[in-house]
């Protein structure tokens, strides 16, 4: 399903971007709907989309075997995931699962990263939101971890 | 004249019933001698004869003053007595002690309240307060998150909340059991779902102090400014009148100046996460 900017404007996540710069991501952005228990990707798959969820719940996790996954939190609608296709080597470093059926925007990180390049001012608002994703998870990691030490 | 008034001396109170919130976590439903009143999140001492006291927040109602509810985890000698109690007995109460939440200041505004484990205690006490006052507020958010499912209390608390109008409540748990479907994450990680209008909110912060360290500091990140955020010093809580000096936080007796402080209060106190 395509989507146009006025779509995007409904969208938290895409605060603070023009008009313009939405109409671009528009441009590169897909709709996707997956059912519970799909795997959006896998641990270690290459990927090709940056992803924002816009209805539903994804488990996000880690493998230690293929049949062992762990399950380390849920995310959340408005939040971006699959960052890991923005930046080489562009592989995944956790799985996605949908626990509830799920609705995602899908944008193609090839051309994300040529608009970055190309237009300065998008490129530090995206780069600034997967930073902030970035940041949050770790921060959340860090919190999971003192949670454990102080068991 | 003498003021011969002894200001240990509790009230006693018959417990009418035990609700097992939790494997560690039980509500002592309380009826009073005579009216007590409190204010929501101040505090009191509740005894048991001859084993001692501890320092508690309500967690019922601060409009019903016949009836008071006093939500305990088991954790040490006193609390593991009290776990054993059975309705019918009797207990002791003093207080109530300290500042409480400053609800009237919440007039107009968003209250965003971050909850953990048996923080949700003084929490609820709150949510009732609030849910009074609810005409005269924009909304109310609360964001709890628990170990598992099984150990969060007031289960039923949660599909209330989402019924009243101005109210919404997310869960969240550390690790999902078989069966859960909900959120799994550190309870910051709510955060990021919900919407607030930062220029017209506060926030409330109570739970272990992990919890509320990280809490913090993630709404700090979000936009919230110092004395927009009210922390419950909880865990510093002691003899409840800042006589013995246990309770005493930087400049602060937190049995006398708190629980609740704005974190531009606390922010210069070393180790107030402790």
Redesign the interface.
Known sequence: MKLTAEDLKKIRFFDHYTDKQLETIASMSSIKDFQVKDIIFEQYDELSEVYVLLEGSLSLGISLAKEKRIHLGTIEEGQLFSWSAVFPPFISTAWVMAIKPARVIAVDAKKLNKEIEADCDFGFKTMSKIAQTISNRLSDTRFQLMNQMML | MLNTKNIYKPLKAKLTEVIEESPVIKTFVLIPEKEFSFGTGQFIELSVDGIGEAPFTPSSSPLVKDKLEVTVMKTGYVTEYMHDLKPGCHMGIRGPYGRGYPVESFYGKQVLILGGGCGLAPIRSLLYALEHIKDKLEKVILCYGS?TASDCIYKPLFSRLNSIDKFEAHR?V?K?EPGW??????V???L??I?VNLKNSIAVVCG?P??MK?GT??LL?MGYSDDQIYLSMEKNMSCGLGKCGHCMMGEFFVCKDGPVFTYNELKNTPDIWK
């Open positions: 170990k969240t550390d999902a479907d909900g959120s799994v994450g550190v910051t990680t709510l990021n779902k919407n272990p992990v919890m990280f500091i993630r990140e």
